[in-house]
């Protein structure tokens, strides 16, 4: 019998990870009586004086919010890091190994409205996200190895409030998956003398398999190891290595090309698309002076959907205990959604 992608299990390797993802696409044949998301509602108000995250607002806290136009960054009044915190003590014990971790949390609200998400924002006002974007992180990557960017969209990824925000950690230390990529990445430029991420994006618009997105600046595709159902990543085509490299017309865009592969998303189910998404590039700080020359500036998006506005993917069980498992290929994803309108969102 002769080996067909779209019908026969197979595993395919992640090169940033080391990992392998089991891909059984005959599997969406099975039927689904599990649990049903509750798509998030577009019946808010545009301002509700309850919400910290809106202008005006006293956070319960007792700070009250500027009465904000565009952006607005503050502190995260519940932070994961600290900058001072005490260190605990090197340990010999290979068994009871402890590290620091000092930082600091941010949120930056994208828009002074609560009810717009970033495909219903105009690209003005993506691009003016971004910008912040890159101000928050020229004054963190001074001081820390690892400015993670990211935003949780929707209640099934975790997001706890509606208004349109991201989140931003900057650590002292470099977090475990950064730290595998940025030795995968080492190794493969070592290797063969050139980005991992360059080459693979020449060999993505070569195939044209899985390319959803493509302009000068930036590839949208659904990677060949996508683990994810509509698992996406938008790859810099210029050689950038970290977010602050962008000159202001590749910041227009990716403000285009995310506006554009969420508006895809969105239309895709008809409804507002949950994900969590972020920024990787070379880290910062001391690790600035080193030779990054591996890395490349890319976004990964990671939706949790698979069939519908209501059914979604779990990793759990056999994905929990050996590794992940999906169920339409990449390259039926990423057809999907090249098909799907980017350009007018559902709701216009
Ligand atoms: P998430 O929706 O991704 O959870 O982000 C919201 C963040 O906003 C969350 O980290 C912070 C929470 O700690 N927050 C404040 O800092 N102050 C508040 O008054 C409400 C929420």
């Given at each position: 019998m002769q080996f067909i992608p779209t019908e026969h299990s197979h595993r395919r390797l992640n090169p940033l990870t080391g990992q392998w993802i089991l891909v059984c696409?005959?599997?969406?044949?099975r039927p689904w009586a599990g649990q049903e998301e509750t798509p998030q509602k577009y019946?808010?108000?545009?301002?509700?004086?309850?919400?910290?995250?809106?202008?005006?607002v006293t956070r319960p806290n007792g700070i009250q919010n500027p009465n904000y136009t565009s952006t607005f960054v503050f502190t995260n009044d519940f932070p994961a890091l600290l900058e001072n915190v005490p260190e605990p003590q090197p340990v010999a014990d290979p068994l009871f190994q402890v590290a620091p971790a000092r930082g600091t949390c941010r949120v930056l609200c994208f828009?002074?409205?609560?009810?717009?998400t970033l495909p219903q924002m105009n690209v003005g006002d993506i691009k003016n996200v971004i910008n912040e974007w890159i101000t928050q992180y020229n004054e963190l990557c001074m001081q820390y190895k690892w400015v993670q960017i990211f935003e949780n969209k929707g209640a099934s990824m975790g997001?706890?409030?509606?208004?349109p925000h991201c989140q931003i950690w900057a650590c002292s230390f470099m977090p475990s998956e950064p730290l595998m990529k940025h030795e995968k990445l080492r190794s493969y430029y070592e290797q063969h003398g050139r980005p991992l991420l360059d080459d693979y994006a020449k060999r993505e618009l070569e195939k044209?398999?899985?390319?959803v997105i493509e302009n000068p600046d930036w590839l949208v595709v659904v990677p060949y190891w996508a683990a994810w159902p509509f698992e996406t990543m938008i790859i810099s085509r210029n050689q950038n290595k970290r977010l602050n490299d962008l000159t202001a017309s590749q910041r227009e865009n990716l403000a285009r090309t995310m506006k554009e592969i969420t508006t895809k998303y969105d239309n895709l189910f008809k409804c507002s698309f949950p994900y969590s998404m972020g920024f990787h590039g070379a880290p910062t700080a001391?690790?600035?002076?080193?030779?990054?020359?591996?890395w490349t500036l890319h976004a990964l998006y990671y939706p949790p959907l698979l069939r519908s506005a209501t059914v979604r993917k779990f990793m759990v069980g056999f994905e929990l205990l050996n590794e992940p498992q999906r169920d339409l290929t990449p390259e039926q994803a990423a057809q999907r959604l090249r098909q799907t309108d980017g350009q007018k969102h559902y709701l216009q």
């Open positions: 696409p005959h599997r969406m044949l019946d808010l108000p545009d301002f509700d004086p309850t919400n910290p995250l809106c202008p005006g828009h002074p409205k609560s009810n717009l997001c706890s409030n509606p208004h044209n398999e899985r390319v001391d690790e600035e002076q080193k030779d990054n020359s591996h």
